[in-house]
C-alpha cells in the first residue's frame, strides 16, 4: 500500500467493468459439499500452521469449521469455476431470482468478502 503524508491509503475499488470481467475460482484447497437442502457447505480449516493444528489436536478440538452458504452463495459457489465471469454470474442470478432486489451489488460484496477470505481469487 501506498503511504500518503505517514498514512495507509486505502486500496482501490474495482471498477464496475472490472468486476464484471472477474473469473472467480475456488480455492481448491477448501473442500465442500452440498447439505440435504442443496446448500453449499464449505470446510474451512481454522489454522493453517502446525502450531495451530497441534493446539486443536491438544484440546481436542475440530480442526475445521463449516462455512454455509445461503441459496445465492450456493449458486456463487459453484459457478466460481475461473471459467464463468462475474457478470456471467449475475446473469445466471438474476435469472434463478428474478425478483430478489439489489442482486447486484449483493453478488459484488460476496465475490469481494468471498476474495477477502481467501475462499476464491480472481
Not at 18 to 25: A, I, T
Not at 42 to 53: A, E, L, M, R, T
Request: proline share 4%.
Amino acid at each position: 500500500m501506498k503511504k500518503k503524508n505517514g498514512k495507509k491509503s486505502k486500496p482501490r475499488l474495482p471498477t464496475l467493468e472490472e468486476m464484471l470481467s472477474y473469473r472467480p475460482m475456488r480455492n481448491d484447497m477448501l473442500s465442500w459439499s452440498k447439505n440435504s437442502e442443496d446448500l453449499v457447505e464449505i470446510k474451512v480449516p481454522k489454522f493453517y500452521s502446525n502450531i495451530g493444528k497441534s493446539f486443536c489436536k491438544l484440546v481436542r478440538k475440530e480442526q475445521n469449521f463449516t462455512a454455509k452458504m445461503d441459496k445465492i452463495g450456493s449458486i456463487v459457489w459453484e459457478n466460481s469455476n475461473g471459467q464463468k465471469t462475474v457478470e456471467d454470474i449475475l446473469k445466471i442470478l438474476k435469472e434463478k431470482f428474478p425478483k430478489e432486489k439489489d442482486i447486484d451489488q449483493r453478488l459484488f460484496l460476496y465475490i469481494q468478502q468471498m476474495g477477502s477470505l481467501s475462499y476464491i481469487y480472481y
